[in-house]
């Protein structure tokens, strides 16, 4: 099929390399001239294992970029990948992608004569936001044109660092259509991807494909809030919440998975689609009580780790290190990172914050430039003198740290992730356990 995908983010560029890789003829379309330009060259403007090959693989043959809506009509299906920018209390802006919707819409009305075309909305937005955009899109497009335009909402479950793996084989695929020649032409795009991996498939109306993303992601971060509102009553009373999260996870009921407490989640999705579901309830009539309270959770983590520090050591004046700044290992990405609120009330208290992460500390300083710590080359560099560390992200390396810690000058360890393992010779506290 002749594939356009609007937008060129993490979704978008990962999406059109594994189409493209399945033997679709894809084009990207972006408004960020350099994205345009890395991608013709063969070159990811996104890190993601096994991404860049399949870019440098594709490019210039199945797979092009341009800024160029023209030849969207020729093509069968567009994606719209935009991204969706949260607003100060927490709904999505919808702005750059009701943009897009126009600009697609417009172009579709040169829809060839006897051609049908499929949008698909694979930004996520909430349900309400699902009219706006189809709404857009009609909007722009003659209404003998109209006839021969679907518009279909199928969301994206892709993990960043495995994203390529999780869109190759899928648990699951939602397909939110109107009709079914939408379903059909879903089907027949991801024939190569059903036929080997046999995913569930759920085919619904796009507004509840919309909120299966959001319940998707809110029930998840609701449990992790879950295991460390847990994890914090177990350190109350001196008990291990890891073994306690073991236990549980035995229960088919409650899985086994996402049940690591700690110090909370960071990213791109679970903060904002749990504050974007929320807002937009609120905004509905219905003020949430348990995905507001995931949130709030989430808050405390930091603050809870910082209050383990204080029994030990008084910062004021004092080095701590601080281990981890990406939201999780295996990604440069600082966004929502529990790093940030560590830091930020580590130099409230007075301390001078000098941190290490092997991948993450220029996205951490683009994206946060007020936040004030040195950055350190190593992990032993971060320790030595250091009067506490704190550890925020599960990279392995920081389980193979030994006598680094002999560097410190007082050896107070204070795990956010259960990475490190108690010894002798440290004061070592884990934050849920
Ligand atoms: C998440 C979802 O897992 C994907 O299914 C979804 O497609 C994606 O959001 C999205 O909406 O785009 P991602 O944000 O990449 O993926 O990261 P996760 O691996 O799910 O981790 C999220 C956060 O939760 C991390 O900060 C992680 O450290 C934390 N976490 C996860 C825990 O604290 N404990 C756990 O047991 C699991």
Known sequence: MDVSIVGSGYVGTTIAACLANVDHQVTNIDIDEDIVESLNAGESPIHEPGLSELVSEHAG??????????????????????????????????????????????????LPEGKRHLVIIKSTVTPPHVDTITDAIYGAVPADVADRISVAMNPEFMREGSAVEDFQSPEKMVFGTTDAWATDRLKALYEPIIETQDPDLVETDPRTASMIKYANNGFLAAK?????????????????????????????????????????????????????????????????????????????????LLELVDDHVDVNGKR??????????????????????????????????????????????????????????????????????????????????????????????????????????????????
């Not at 969706?84 to 579709?108: C, F, N, Q, W, Y």
């Open 61 to 110: 043959d199945r797979l092009t970029a341009t800024t160029s809506y023209a030849g969207l009509p020729e093509t069968d299906i567009s994606f719209l990948t935009v991204q969706t920018p949260s607003r100060e209390d927490g709904s999505i802006d919808v702005g750059p992608l009701k943009t897009a919707a126009e600009m697609t819409g417009a172009a579709l009305a040169d």
């Open 224 to 304: 992790v809030s879950l295991i460390n509102d847990i994890g914090n009553i177990c350190k109350e009373f001196d008990i291990d919440g890891y073994e306690v999260a073991d236990a549980i996870g035995l229960d088919d009921r409650i899985s086994e998975q996402f049940l690591r407490s700690g110090v909370g989640f960071g990213g791109s999705c679970f903060p904002k689609d749990a504050a974007a579901i929320v807002a937009e309830a609120r905004e509905s009539g219905y003020e949430s009580l348990m995905l507001s309270a995931a949130l709030d959770l989430n808050e405390h983590q930091p603050g809870r």
């Open 320 to 433: 701590v290190a601080v281990l981890g700044l990406a939201f999780k290992p295996g990604t440069d990405d600082t966004r929502n990172s529990r790093a940030v609120p560590v830091i930020e009330e580590l130099r409230e208290r007075g301390a001078d914050v000098v941190a290490y992460d092997p991948v993450a500390v220029s996205d951490m300083r683009e994206r946060y430039p007020n936040l004030s710590f040195t950055a350190a080359d190593s992990a032993r560099e971060a320790l030595a003198g250091a009067h506490a560390v704190v550890v925020v992200t599960d990279w392995d390396e920081f389980a193979t740290l030994d006598e680094e810690f002999d560097e410190m000058a007082t050896p107070v360890v204070v795990d956010g992730r259960r990475t490190i393992e108690r010894r002798e010779g440290l004061f070592y506290e884990g934050l849920t356990w």
